[in-house]
């Protein structure tokens, strides 16, 4: 794999931070601010390599700027890094200093939770730091973003299902979840509500257990692999990204995939591998945007609203339909279409900056 580039594709700025004393190893990415300052997560993780830590925060911050556009929100695209291991690494001295340096930016970037953050290491972030989302409840933030990502990944199913069937209603319908941490909990509930056959699995075992003692009715998949090539209708990959490779795809049963999961195309060809085997593709940043439309709501000058955000999660239905009919009508693959309808709103809705206001 090639070294990526420092600069990134297109990015606007990449900053390196290094405080020696605590430990802190960090990159923060802005790949646009054309509408507006760049919202997205900190990731702790234990990279192998600084070179995969700027991949990952380069990829994750133009996949930022693309959900946020197609969220309708006046948010542009960032993302940031810390390398280490959380359980291990993580103090408050660290992330305090990486406060410090977010805080450099002067608004530029907002940041909030992800892989390995939590919303009370936002509130510690917050010590040093004006541009902080994703925090405690108490504190007058959003607290847990997974309640709404699971609520648009499953408006995103429905429209998915509207656009396959002619009907929203997934009841009766065979839903495999791959993934049942947080945000595929949250999932499970909204189907089963419905009536949904939903089997699901995951690398811990204990986190099935639970979900089946809460569920009895649930089926249990040995592995990702067996849940693929299940007998389903609708596939939600909702764990780690890549879930959509060559292999997967030629395995896979399901007419539509809807999940959480972020970077699910292993890479661009397997969009069209989806597209040729008559699998409807809901794109992954269109239905999993529930999370930023809910810490992003905390910006409002009123005060956080979960009804407020929630109302504006609801559109993920309207937006995931208009995407896979874009592509119907264009001929070209759902991520294509979703792609193009970022990069419209970003283009027309960026340029009005170019108006001087008084």
Same mark, same amino acid.
């Not at 606007?12 to 990415?29: K, P």
């Not at 993780?45 to 309708?72: H, R, T, W």
């Not at 009895?216 to 849940?227: D, Y």
């Given at each position: 794999? @090639? ?10 700025? *990449? ?28 990731? +702790? =993780?234990?990279?192998? @390599? ?6 990952? /925060? $380069? ?15 006046? $948010? ?5 890094? &810390? ?17 410090? =340096?977010?805080?450099? $930016? ?11 953050? =939590?919303?009370?290491?936002? #509130?510690? &972030? ?10 405690? /409840? ?7 973003? @997974? /309640? ?46 419905? !009536?949904?056959?939903? /089997? ?51 395995? $896979? ?16 060809? *397997?969009?069209?591998? *989806?597209? !040729? ?14 999370? *930023? ?10 005060? +956080?609203? +979960? ?8 559109? &993920? ?14 001929? &070209? ?5 979703? #792609? ?19």
């Amino acid at each position: 794999m @090639s070294t990526p580039s420092s600069f990134g594709t297109h990015h606007e700025q *990449v900053v390196f931070c290094h405080d020696e004393a605590s430990g802190l190893r960090a990159i923060i990415a802005l790949y646009s601010t054309a509408l507006g300052p760049g919202l997205g997560g900190t990731r +702790f =993780f234990p990279y192998a @390599s600084e070179s995969d830590a700027l991949a990952d /925060v $380069l990829n994750l911050s133009q996949g930022m700027a693309y959900k946020n556009a197609l969220a309708g929100l006046d $948010l542009g695209g960032g993302k940031a890094v &810390i390398i280490g291991d959380p359980r291990t690494d993580k103090s408050e001295a660290l992330l305090r200093a990486y406060g410090r =340096f977010v805080q450099t $930016l002067a608004g530029r970037y907002f940041t909030a939770c992800d892989v390995g953050t =939590f919303s009370t290491d936002m #509130d510690v &972030i917050a010590r040093e730091c004006d541009y902080v989302t994703g925090r405690t /409840v108490e504190h007058g933030g959003a607290g847990d973003s @997974s /309640v709404l990502t699971a609520f648009g990944v499953y408006q995103g199913m429905r429209a998915s299902a509207q656009f396959t069937w002619g009907d929203t209603s997934l009841a009766g319908k065979r839903v495999g979840i791959a993934g049942v941490g947080k945000v595929g909990r949250h999932l499970t509930a909204h189907l089963v509500q419905e !009536d949904a056959r939903v /089997v699901v699995t995951d690398i811990d075992p204990a986190a099935v257990a639970r979900l089946v003692e809460q569920y009895p009715g649930l089926e249990v998949a040995g592995s990702t692999e067996e849940l693929i090539a299940a007998d389903l209708d609708v596939y939600a990959p909702c764990a780690l990204g890549g879930a959509l490779n060559e292999t997967s795809v030629e395995s $896979l049963t399901a007419r539509v995939v809807a999940g959480a999961a972020n970077n699910q195309l292993a890479h661009d060809g *397997v969009g069209k591998l *989806v597209a !040729d085997r008559g699998i409807v593709y809901a794109p992954d940043y269109c239905v999993n945007s529930g999370g *930023v439309i809910q810490v992003a709501d905390e910006l409002d000058p009123s005060g +956080f609203s +979960f009804d407020r955000a929630k109302a504006r999660a609801t559109g &993920i239905f309207d937006t995931t339909l208009a995407v896979l009919e874009r592509a119907a009508s264009e001929g &070209i693959t759902t991520a294509e279409a979703a #792609d193009r309808q970022a990069e419209q709103r970003i283009r027309e809705i960026g340029r009005l900056a170019q108006i001087r206001l008084p």
